[in-house]
């Protein structure tokens, strides 16, 4: 990883104190001002509400350029990935920052498929959750009690040999979770399939019943997880990043990650997305009707799938997930008809003033359940979908976060609006 370029320095007047700020430049010519000297030289604190002015920390791992629409892992676009590479390869290019080699690749997807187990044990904590459990609190759940079963890491090789058995066993992990909570019996990881494939095997297969995987589903799972393995500093990322900055290992950070990718505003979009699709078709397709429910700022309706923090243009991985929903639509003979009317809102709302001034486009969530539901993957379970592609990336980011020496402990501070002093009397009988 290059370190950030020196530039000039920033000039800052607080109050009455003129203070030199650092200021460095990335590879893409992204600049920051270094604010360690403020406080301790000036007691004053900066406040961004939402980061979303602040940098955390400098990474090699993805770029993003919002106004242009750009998105590159290692500096690789997503659309060449999406349309030539697999999410092994994409997983590992993540992780250790380079292509792999073949004899590199098929080694990896080799320790994959040996450590897609679950310890038998493990299968007592599923029985526990009723099936109404949510799969993403479950995902959680398990992930961080493999803490109990692997000890924590001390050495390289531990941390990777973690980092292999969660990428495996996460994905049987996510399939567990779905045969539970609709009574079937687990399927057991089978080394023969790929891991797009196998994830298909462990949820559809059923006992007594021939299952073939459908090398279209495989490969469109497949691009999907490479477009949601990685989104630079994002909210379950930053979260990620945030637990491991304390020491703590790897699976609880994981854990605390997919809590944060859960969110409506966050992962939990692509479920939101297809209930509000869903919602518009049961209330006569009235499009326009929602359409300005998002604008009004009494409701508290929003456009699920819509907007970004850092996108104020088109989302590529939206671009791309839009294309492949029509094709796979039309392969599998599927007319669903939330996604005419997701390309009605789409036409609708980016013709739209509000939309336009706000810079409100569609996400990477807004397309990506309607490919998930012809799958026959039911909503409850898009959000893992978008948890299992973005593990290797929330990795990738977490050892970064281990061998910067720059890292300290999160610690962000704040500006106090409460009582200011005030003696303690007793009120009432203690
Ligand atoms: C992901 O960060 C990442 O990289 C995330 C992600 C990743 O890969 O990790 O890309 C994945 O989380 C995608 C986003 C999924 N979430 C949704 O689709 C939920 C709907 N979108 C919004 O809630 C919102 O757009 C966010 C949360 C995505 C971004 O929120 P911001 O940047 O804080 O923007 P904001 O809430 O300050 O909105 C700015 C304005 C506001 O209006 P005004 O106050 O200026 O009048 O735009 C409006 C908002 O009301 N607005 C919307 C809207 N999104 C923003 N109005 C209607 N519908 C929307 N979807």
Redesign the pocket.
Known sequence: MDNATPMDNATLTVQDQTLELPLTKGTENEVAIGIKALRPSTGVITMDP?F?NTGSCESAITF?DGEKGILRYRGYPIEDLAEKSTFSEVAYLLIYGELPTADELESFRRQLRRHSLLHEDMKKFFEGYPPSAPPMSVLSTIVASLAAYYPVANTDDDVNLNIIRLIAKLNTIAAFAYKKSVGQPYVYPCNDHSYAGDFLHMMFAVPAERYDIDPLLTKTLDMLLIL?A????????STVRMVGSSGADLFSSISAGIQA?S????????Q??IEMLEQIENDGRNIAKYVEL??D?DSD???????????KNF?P?ARVIKQKASEVLDQLGVDDPLLDIARELERI?LEDE??V??R?YP????YSGIIYRAMGIPTNMFTVM?ALG?LPGWIAQWLEMKKDPATRIYRPRQIYTGSTERAYEVIGER
Not at 230 to 237: F, G, I, L, R
Not at 301 to 311: A, E, K, W
Request: glycine share 12%.
């Open positions: 939402g979303a993003i949601h990685d989104h630079e500093q994002n909210c379950s990322t990718l969110g409506p505003l966050h992962g939990g979009a692509n939101a997305v998002a604008k700022r309706f929003r456009l699920m799938g819509f907007g970004h923090r850092v996108y989302d991985r709302a509000f939309f001034e706000r409100l996400n990477v969530d807004f978008f973005r």
